[in-house]
């Protein structure tokens, strides 16, 4: 089992490489050098303990300033290995969403190192626009994504670019960029 150190690392390396560094998500940039991203390592031990841990995430970005923490990143090491499973699981994280009356305030985008996308090969590059080192609940402000969203591409003209440009990278470069730098 990898330390908070080390989940942390990946984390932020996949952060700063992937998706700030080519520009998968042209918004995160912005919160990530202001240190608007919360990034919380999870140890529940079962589903009830991390569906506690989102009640607590949820709350404290809906209660906390954007300019505080505009973006929280839920990450579970362990718990979700089987992708299937966690995808299933996403129902859940819907209904706790709703439960929490946040619908049209936060939404949830899952991200997880075996993601892949309905009617793809496992081995898809593309399928690495959605995988992150460990399985990740990324919890988003909607009002925060609609001002991004209105100063750039809309959501679908994001996604094929970022396919584009995975596949012109390859599953070789996309390896490649996320591994550690010597010394790490």
Known sequence: MESDEQVLADTRRWIEKAVIGLNLCPFAKAVYVKNQVRIVVSHARHLDAFLDELDRELLLLRDTPAEQIDTTLLVHPTLFPDFEVFNDFLNVVDDVVAEHELEGVIQ???????????????DDV?????????????????????????????????VERNQQRLRELGVAGWQALLQPERGQ
């Open 108 to 122: 949830v985008a899952p991200f997880h190192p075996a993601f892949q996308f309905e009617g793809t090969a496992p």
């Open 126 to 158: 593309t399928n690495n626009t959605n995988r992150a080192p460990y399985p990740t609940l990324h919890l988003l402000r909607e009002d925060s994504v609609e001002r991004a969203a209105e100063s750039g591409d809309d959501a679908d003209t994001i």
